[in-house]
């Protein structure tokens, strides 16, 4: 593909429930990034790959939220036992490599949880 | 305090209005700078890197000032379709970015 995609582009659930979103970096893109965007905030970034490795985890909110890559490729996000303010915009990007200029976004997970 | 920030505005200009957005970052350390754009319910897309000695690409300038902490935008000649949020963007220690709240701007016919 051209670009970052991510799945699904929306995401209705009810609190309490768990969810996944997945990522699918730009090929050969060996750096991938979380983010979450709150309306009407900035970037809130959440953790990095370099590959496979997640060298800063610093940003998930709670120990709730996880995430993986296989293959240096796909991630998933995944979010157990939602609460209402989880609901935001969920944002991947990858880039060459960590610390390259520029960093190519996905079109986001909207997540609204009920 | 947080590590970018920015005026959220939103600055409404009428076409062919100047327009500059400031942002200050709190880490010295910084070393790489950037404006994203994002439109509306779109993800954020680079506009332009900041350099030291100020760079310029058509309508868009950019300035850095280290000793002050400070990051500039201006686009002159706007046009309807620069309307959108500016974000200001900065590396932080471990060299990942950190991203302002952003600055939204509504040109006006």
């Known amino acids: 593909g051209a670009g970052v995609s991510q799945s699904p582009s929306n995401k209705v659930t009810e609190k309490g429930k768990d969810v996944e979103l997945r990522c699918d970096p730009i090929?050969?893109?060996?750096?991938l990034y979380w983010y979450r965007q709150s309306l009407g905030q900035g970037l809130e970034f959440l953790i990095y790959?370099?590959?496979?490795?997640?060298?800063?985890k610093s940003g998930l909110p709670s120990d709730r939220f996880s995430a993986e890559r296989t293959g240096g490729s796909v991630s998933t996000l995944t979010i157990q036992r939602t609460q209402q303010e989880d609901s935001a915009v969920y944002l991947c990007?990858?880039?060459?490599?960590?610390?390259?200029?520029?960093?190519?976004f996905g079109p986001g997970t909207r997540l609204l949880v009920l | 305090r947080k590590e970018v920030e920015q005026d959220p505005g939103p600055f409404n200009v009428p076409e062919g209005a100047t327009v500059a957005f400031n942002c200050t970052y709190s880490n010295s350390a910084s070393q790489s700078f950037f404006w994203y754009r994002q439109d509306c319910r779109k993800e954020p897309k680079l506009l332009m890197s900041?350099?030291?000695s100020g760079n310029e690409d058509g309508r868009f300038t950019a300035q850095l000032n280290r000793a002050s902490q400070y990051i500039s935008l201006l686009i002159r000649d706007s046009k309807l379709s620069d309307s959108a949020t500016y974000l200001c963007v900065v590396t932080g220690n471990t060299g990942k970015l950190i991203f302002g709240q952003g600055t939204t701007l509504q040109v006006k016919p």
């Open positions: 900041v350099y030291s």
């Open positions: 990007a990858s880039s060459l490599d960590f610390g390259h200029v520029t960093q190519y």
């Open positions: 090929s050969g893109h060996t750096a």
């Open positions: 790959f370099q590959g496979n490795s997640a060298p800063d």
